[in-house]
């Protein structure tokens, strides 16, 4: 059975279509005053995270655990609706019917298409994408940086580092203000140096097109947010893959990163297709189904045209274009 919600924007607990959901570590609590409804009562689309937060050490399987402690207490406010781990548990901290605080107070926000009152192309102040979107955080470790490192051997091979690629303190006073691109900058100046603690197994790497190493998202995590997406887009009546297109990047780009180009480039436009039949950058699809039988038409249809004239002289019309009368 697919994924469905309740009358009260929750999830049905249990396993459906081998998806683990679990609702226990709920709030239903709004973020502060302001907070205590989505605006129109409708979302207006997703927005996708990776969830490295700053008290984790950029490993995903602590960080699960701190992301878990955080909601146990329901009179929390709520930070995201929706946390998927690795291998494609769902977890649902918070109802559809309440905003949470995943795009955060960074500024203005770029709107893409018409939210409310707020027409495509301009910036909306602070929080309205938090009141007018469901947030959805993925367990992933984000950016990796490489070092030449000496192996056993005494040969020096690249070895991979995650989120915050070195102790905490050495990144800021203030670790709650501490973020990814501060650490990622302080690396790739040369001022912080990666430490073996946060150091990855290298099957977990994965290059984007442009050759910047990231944390693989796994078959189950991906599973799992396509039918939660599908479950969403069911739920709310949305008809534009662009609603699902969401990324914190795109509201902060130049302190989030999340969730990076595996997930908006390669993996999502996949999802889009699947639930909408196009991308929502509107590049066209060709599907590799199409491809194949459209190939084995004109083999059908030159076979049958060479069956057909078998033996026989070709038609007058191509034999007066021939060099040599047949
Ligand atoms: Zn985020």
Excluded at 167 to 190: F, I, K, P, Q, W
Excluded at 229 to 246: C, E, M, N, S, V
Excluded at 312 to 324: D, G, M, Q, V, Y
Aim: glycine fraction near 10%; aromatic fraction near 12%; charged fraction near 20%.
């Amino acid at each position: 059975m697919a994924l469905k919600f309740d009358s009260s924007g929750w999830l049905i607990p249990g396993t459906h279509d081998g998806i683990q959901v679990n609702t226990d570590y709920r709030t239903e609590k709004g973020y502060k005053s302001g907070y205590s409804a989505i605006v129109g009562g409708k979302p207006v689309g997703m927005v996708w995270h990776w969830a490295n937060a700053p008290k984790g050490d950029g490993r995903s399987e602590n960080l699960r655990k701190y992301m878990l402690q955080e909601v146990v207490n329901p009179a929390r406010e709520a930070s995201w609706h929706f946390f998927i781990d690795r291998y494609g548990k769902l977890y649902q901290h918070a109802p559809l019917t309440l905003p949470t605080w995943h795009v955060g107070n960074y500024g203005e926000m770029f709107v893409p298409f018409k939210i409310g009152k707020y027409a495509a192309g301009t910036y909306v102040p602070v929080g309205d994408i938090n009141k007018a979107s469901i947030g959805v955080e993925m367990e992933n470790a984000g950016i990796f940086v490489s070092r030449k490192v000496k192996n056993a051997k005494g040969e020096l091979e690249d070895v991979f580092y995650g989120w915050p690629y070195a102790a905490h303190g050495n990144l800021c006073s203030n670790t709650a203000m501490c973020n990814e691109v501060d650490a990622l900058n302080m690396v790739r100046a040369g001022t912080l140096t990666p430490a073996a603690p946060y150091a990855v197994v290298p099957s977990r790497v994965e290059f984007s097109s442009k050759g910047v190493p990231y944390d693989k998202y796994l078959p189950e995590q991906i599973k799992t947010a396509r039918e939660l997406a599908r479950a969403l887009k069911d739920h709310f009546g949305w008809t534009d893959p662009r609603q699902i297109h969401y990324s914190h990047e795109q509201y902060v780009p130049k302190q989030k990163l999340d969730p990076g180009p595996l997930w908006m480039e390669k993996i999502l436009p996949e999802i889009e297709i699947d639930l909408f039949g196009r991308r929502a950058d509107g590049k066209p699809f060709i599907r590799p189904l199409t491809v194949v039988l459209g190939l084995l038409g004109v083999a059908a249809v030159a076979g049958g045209v060479i069956w057909w004239r078998k033996g026989k002289p070709l038609p007058a019309f191509i034999r007066r274009r021939l060099p040599i009368k047949s």
